[in-house]
């Protein structure tokens, strides 16, 4: 089978580390873009160096323009600005908006018919400006959120637990800020229901440092934001879609009538594999839930209200 071409748009944090683990995974050929000249040619011969180490044929290479990206299977967006403390992720929005604006646009000029996954933040907002100027398909086009904000929720399960993160199962819905919406009801410990196994004053403490999940490390760094499980989130998605797994993962999909919302990209489990999103999956939520993640579904409009492009 002939290798997959990803793309990585943003060779900073997020993005090398995407490139590294694509690379490291036997994923797909890698092209690096950032507008920083010397970046990410420099990132991609660092990496191609290791591959003797590693173990990989695939290429790796750095570029500031789109030229050499035709053609590409996947495109990851991480281009932009990170927070720094003290700020939340809409503070990014106008600044963000205007490089997703141009560089979704650049991207399908030479990969028409690419799958996309948009990183930057505030990752709602910025997923619905790249479909916005890309023109892809909703099928072709997704946030990432939802596994990297799962995975902290499962870490701090396995941890709290003391079991292997492999069994744990969690599931967190709704946009990527303050007001997501982890879903202890459909989160579990080796097939065994959260809620049999925590005391509801645990699993809220839990809730409460999964939403906080991104501000902790932006206070610990101080000079940037994560992205081991970020880059990590982006990878699992990526292997989904080159691996053909029908996984079943929670990520900022366009609505068109899913709980009841239209319009907009938001956090939901979806069925991902070759074709992009194949499916929707829409969960029996109770009242309070639907409530949280309508609620979720504001704060992504108001958000996308203020948008400047
Ligand atoms: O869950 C999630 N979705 C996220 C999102 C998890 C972690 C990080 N998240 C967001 O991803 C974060 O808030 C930022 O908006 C992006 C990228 O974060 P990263 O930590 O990688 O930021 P860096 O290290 O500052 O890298 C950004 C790179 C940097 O090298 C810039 O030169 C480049 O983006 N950049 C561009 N590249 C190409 N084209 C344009 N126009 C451009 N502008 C900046």
């Not at 900073?12 to 580390?17: F, K």
């Not at 319009?263 to 074709?275: A, C, E, Q, R």
């Amino acid at each position: 089978m002939a290798k997959k071409k990803i793309t990585v748009v943003g060779a900073g944090h997020v993005g090398a580390t995407t490139a590294q683990l694509i690379a490291y995974k036997k994923l797909g050929h890698v092209c690096l873009v950032d507008v920083v000249e010397g970046i990410p040619q420099g990132k991609a011969l660092d990496l191609t160096e290791s591959a003797p180490l590693e173990n990989f044929d695939s290429q790796v290479i750095g570029l500031n323009s789109y030229e050499e990206t035709a053609d590409s299977d996947i495109v990851v967006l991480t281009a932009g600005l990170a927070r720094k403390p003290g700020m939340t992720r809409e503070d990014l929005r106008d600044k963000n908006a205007s490089i997703i604006k141009s560089v979704s646009q650049e991207v399908v000029k030479h990969s028409p018919d690419c799958f996309m996954i948009v990183v930057t933040n505030p990752l709602d907002t910025m997923t619905y400006v790249a479909k916005k100027y890309s023109g892809l398909a909703k099928n072709r086009i997704i946030g990432m959120a939802g596994v990297l904000d799962s995975t902290r929720f499962r870490s701090f399960i396995a941890m709290e637990l003391g079991v292997s993160n492999e069994d744990v199962h969690a599931t967190v819905l709704g946009l990527h800020g303050a007001d997501m919406v982890p879903m202890p009801r459909f989160s579990s410990v080796a097939g065994i229901p959260l809620t049999e196994l925590m005391s509801k004053e645990k699993i809220d403490e839990l809730v409460e440092r999964t939403k906080d999940g991104g501000a902790e490390i932006v206070r610990l760094l101080k000079t940037g934001s994560a992205y081991y499980a970020p880059a990590s989130s982006v990878v699992n998605m990526v292997e989904s879609i080159v691996l053909e797994k029908n996984r079943i993962v929670p990520a900022a999909a366009y609505l068109e009538g899913e709980y009841g919302l239209d319009g907009i990209f938001m956090g939901v489990p979806v069925l991902l594999n070759w074709k992009g999103v194949e499916k929707i999956i829409e969960l029996p939520l109770t009242d309070e839930e639907n409530e949280a993640l309508q609620a979720s579904a504001k704060a992504v409009r108001e958000s996308m209200a203020q948008l400047s492009v």
